[in-house]
């Protein structure tokens, strides 16, 4: 589901957004909105493969066919949103890649061939993080990490070793956190005593708002990790994070239980792990 959230957030942007081409004919934008309409109905009943989405990729090639050889913004913007469709539905980064490059070689002075290489790097590094996040499959061991916390202490799940501890990746600014918190909390006060911990990771960059918020937030007594940088907090890289909330619950036994556990759904792994001795 995110994936497709993705996408359907990356046609709408290129279609109405600020990337969307000034000039585009008629013709040629009938065409396109037919091709992602029938992208888009098609992932939402589930026909997300290659195979499910054949005929659209061929009409992305069959619209920038009728061009006859244009170099326009027009032509390389069809190309990346079919690049687009391979990296965030069909999770094909070779193929998405590829049609960067074409792009980059063939219409290096279109707005996309401009911004190739920044792309690439951006895609270089979401493979990357995909990777890691791979890795975080249940049943695998938690590869822990050693920081200290606000008030300078030992920071690590390790520390932790027998207590069930959920490693939950927030932002004061993330309206969705915010949303789960009061989850988060009443998951907490109801199974602290039986030896549930968490570790809050913030991507805050302003330590001020940070303190004010957790300050006036009762119940959110937990340690937490910052270092001010963002999206590029050291821990959001190292376990490849890209969006928030993002929690990775751990067992007494140091083993992955679940990912992005929400509402109920949290509270019910959280008491089925503490059972567990």
Known sequence: MKQIVLLLAVIGFLTVGPHAPAQTTNAVQAELNTVIQHVRTKIMAGKNTEADLADELKGFDAIVAKQNGAKSDDVAQIIYMKAMLYVEVLNDMDKG???????????????FG????????????????????AALANGASFPDFSEKNLAGQPLSVGALAGKVVLVDFWATWCGP?????????????????????????????????????????????????????????????????????????VGRDGKIIGKELRGEELEKAVAAALVKK
């Open 97 to 111: 890649s590829a049609l960067i490059k074409q792009i980059q070689t063939d219409y290096p002075e279109t707005k």
């Open 114 to 133: 401009k911004r190739a290489t920044q792309i690439l790097e951006s895609m270089n590094k979401q493979a990357a993080a995909k990777k890691v996040q």
């Open 177 to 249: 956190c915010r949303a789960e918190l009061p989850n988060v909390i009443a998951t907490y006060k109801k199974h602290h005593g039986e030896g549930f911990e968490i570790i809050g990771v913030s991507l805050d960059s302003e330590r001020e708002k940070l303190d004010a918020f957790l300050k006036k937030t009762d119940g959110m007594t937990w340690p937490q990790y910052y270092d001010g940088q963002g999206w590029s907090n050291k821990l959001a890289v190292k376990y490849g994070v890209e969006s928030i909330p993002f929690a990775v619950l």
